[in-house]
């Protein structure tokens, strides 16, 4: 169906994902390609720069915790693991999701998402941001 599927992942909180990864899996299909990715937060406006090396230290532990537990959701997938690429960014989700899209060509985005809450509705979410935000079609699974 999809050639090239965007899924971001909190990998933090891999329970937003269960539902998703499935629905991932029918859109690609046969011969898709998945793209998980999931973002940091950038501290690059961070006017410390006493504490720059220390801050450059917890984001290269964050980045590699964050790649081993990407490329153990792909255990997840019920498709061979060629088929499933990981990134992991630094920035917001919104913008590091339409600049993957772009980058890619990607054809979709299938992203999870928690039922709304007051929190969600008053301070916004990373899904409703993904979705007012990108050029491609999103899927938000709950």
């Known amino acids: 169906m999809y050639n090239t599927i965007i899924m971001p992942v909190d990998v933090f909180e891999m329970e937003l994902s269960d539902k998703a990864v499935r629905h991932a899996e029918f859109l690609a299909q046969e011969k ?5 990715m999931h973002v940091l937060p950038s501290s690059g406006n961070l006017s410390m720069h006493r ?11 964050l980045l590699q ?13 019920n498709i061979s693991p060629e088929r499933i690429k990981t990134h992991v960014r630094f920035g917001s989700v919104r913008d590091c999701v339409n600049t993957l899209a772009n980058e890619l060509d990607a054809d979709v985005v299938v992203i999870g998402s928690r039922n709304p809450s007051i929190t969600t509705h008053l301070l916004g979410s990373n899904a409703s941001s ?5 050029h491609i079609p999103v899927f938000v699974i709950r």
């Open 51 to 61: 504490f720059a090396l220390d801050v450059r230290r917890f984001e290269e532990h």
């Open 65 to 77: 915790e964050a790649q081993t537990r990407l490329a153990s959701m792909t255990d997840h997938f």
């Open 32 to 36: 898709g390609i998945i793209h998980l």
């Open 130 to 134: 993904v979705i007012r935000h990108a």
